[in-house]
């Protein structure tokens, strides 16, 4: 008996119950979910990324790690920039930033081994927050800072300071942090004003509902109307500069070096990366 | 002795027949060949794959398995989209589409494994008719249908039906199918009539001199006119619909998924992975 | 104790000294020597490049082999083109180009193993004017020409036999040679004269300071202003016409063969290629 024509012959969906096997047994096969889909009119195929999104990160595939080391080894994987490896192939930090070795599966897992060493992720957990989503998906800011302009210059080690003595609406803050989010070129030459795009709760016109014209504004925090005020993200977190959004986003440049902060924040590949370590980072 | 300059130093052609080894006992090296093709006036340099025309594909210079490797590896390898291995990476239908594993040699010389398990090409052979050939060279049909379009419709199995049923010239071809070919919108939304692009044996205006618009048009293929009546391409085959042209080009979707039918069918890429089928699919 | 934030996070760079390693016992990691430059004023963002040049280029980073591998692997590696691999893969001239097989370590190394048999570059040095550098950097003169054009012309070879005689200035030059360099498509079809780029030693308006339109300026030399006349780059190396810059300029295709001569020649893999070879030409 021949089987039924069709998407069946298609996909290679066996929509007559013929196929078997352990996967199968427990659920469908990806081309009969593919088709399950379809036929509900499930499939979206807006944006440029709507192939990826569907037929992909909605299913959960096993990325590969063959394909993880294909987006470490060439250019432009994550948008236009050197390939991750030539700066990050070794956890010597005198050959590679941060000891950090991107070039096997041991060394991305490991993360940077120079002090203070750190992983870059956390094995099945969604790294959208860890260092390698920020490092990805997060524009410096303030918007048009250039990677030559300094971390560690007193505009910024003064926002840090005053998170990390806890972050009060004190004389201090008032007179010396606040007006950092207020002013043009505060942080960096050229650089507008924080406030420019984060001046209310409003969205339009504030980006991510933040407003950074107030001390209750910055620790309302983000997204506090699409969210909810109990669930807003929390742009600072007192007494750690270094977990808090707003050092983060002052302090760490958006990987490949030199990207535009016009370029994709979700990239396909970007995507396809988080997927893999949220099912386990695994080196096979 | 110094060998000769010109062009035998350029290309390193020995012009003056020092050179020896197997290979070379039985014809010329590469250079020697191409060298001689220059002098001849043999070399075209018309369009944007003129170098791998010229240089690769005319001259049958066997295909690495490692750029294959490296194609199924990349993104954008045969046009705009995913890389292969994301969907294609393991003979498990629930972990990979088809159980199709492109990520090793032995996996892409193997096929489908999913019921209905189909090899993707026929080592040694031109795999432009076969699976491998139209998903990376066919757009599905009506121009423009998106991927979110079932590829069971009734209107698609109308034509499966006819076709499996021996495709006759009968009522139900004349009232059910042949006004399928011939109305806006018969397969997808939005789609124009394939009449519209095949309307007679003659082109210009109508593509691949193919003729929908008739019982007889259709039976008589493609390009009847340009490769003889006799030798003109089958687009139906009785009792066949998976061989037939006309439901393959109705329910295959053109990979990568969601690439525009305006990208070059001829890819560079794709001639030189058919080159390496042709070759012998080897694996080393 | 908390380490001091900052870029000392950012970068991982250990600035409270509690770092130790063989490595940095010697000296400062990437990191700190990165924020010690950014906190100098040292880091330029100026052109494409900038990343590359500053993170990568400038620190004598060790070049992993397997991102020259991947480069050997991918299209468009050093501009658009096809994959060198595609080319040169095997030592067997008949199989490949030049019997050059790029596509392991050994090979790269080893170079053109048909006769006349060549490496690409040697070992540890500036590979910018052996093989490698001008195959990827130059543009075949004069511009325009396209790979069909014979290397070993009559007007080529006069200029190559006029060098190997010792390139004097005698009645052949002046009769034979030089109107070739001051006369429209004299060497390819459609192509400017010599002289309508380097007319003088002055650029602008002639490029590299190179004036071909007498016998005294072709045999000063390239760039006799910003170098001074003692260090002018000689074009023409009497005798020896395979080492002289007007030979090869006329006789060698630039790669990828049909790469635009408008296409960067400092592309970012050129110069991290060229960097590998400076460091050792490293297979691990």
């Known amino acids: 008996m021949k089987p039924g024509i069709g998407v069946a012959l298609v996909l290679g969906a066996a929509m007559t119950g013929l196929v078997g096997g352990s996967a199968l047994a ?28 569907e ?32 700066c990050h192939s070794s956890n010597d930090p005198a050959e590679s930033y941060r000891g950090l070795d991107l070039s096997t599966c041991e060394g991305i897992r490991l993360g940077s081994t120079e002090e203070p060493a750190r992983p870059i ?50 004389k201090n803050f008032t007179d010396n942090v606040l007006p950092l989010f207020t002013t043009e070129s505060a942080f960096a030459p050229d650089t507008p004003a924080c406030t420019d795009c984060h001046m209310s709760n409003q ?26 005020v109990d ?29 535009s902060p016009f370029e994709n924040r979700d990239h396909a590949n970007t995507q396809i990366m988080f997927a893999w370590v949220k099912q386990g980072a695994l080196c096979n």
């Open 231 to 259: 669930n807003a993200t929390k742009v600072i977190i007192p007494g750690e500069p270094e977990r808090s959004g707003v050092w983060q986003h002052l302090a760490e440049n958006r990987m490949p070096p030199g990207i």
């Open 26 to 53: 427990q659920g469908q096969s990806l081309s009969q979910q593919l088709s399950a889909d379809i036929a509900a009119g499930k499939i979206s195929i807006e944006g440029d990324d709507a192939a990826v999104n």
């Open 203 to 228: 969205e339009p016109p504030s980006f991510h509902e933040l407003d950074m014209s107030s001390y209750e504004g910055i620790m309302l925090g983000a997204d506090s109307i699409a969210k909810g």
């Open 121 to 170: 992720f956390v094995v099945g957990q969604d790294p959208k927050r860890e260092i390698l989503g920020r490092r990805l998906r997060n524009n410096r800011m303030p918007l048009g800072v250039e990677f030559n302009v300094p971390t560690d210059s007193p505009a910024i080690l003064a926002v840090e300071a005053w998170i990390r003595s806890g972050a009060p609406n004190d």
């Open 55 to 86: 037929l992909i990160l909605k299913r959960n595939i096993p990325i590969p790690y063959s394909y993880i080391d294909t987006l470490m080894h060439v250019p432009n994987a994550f948008g236009p920039g050197p390939a991750c490896v030539v």
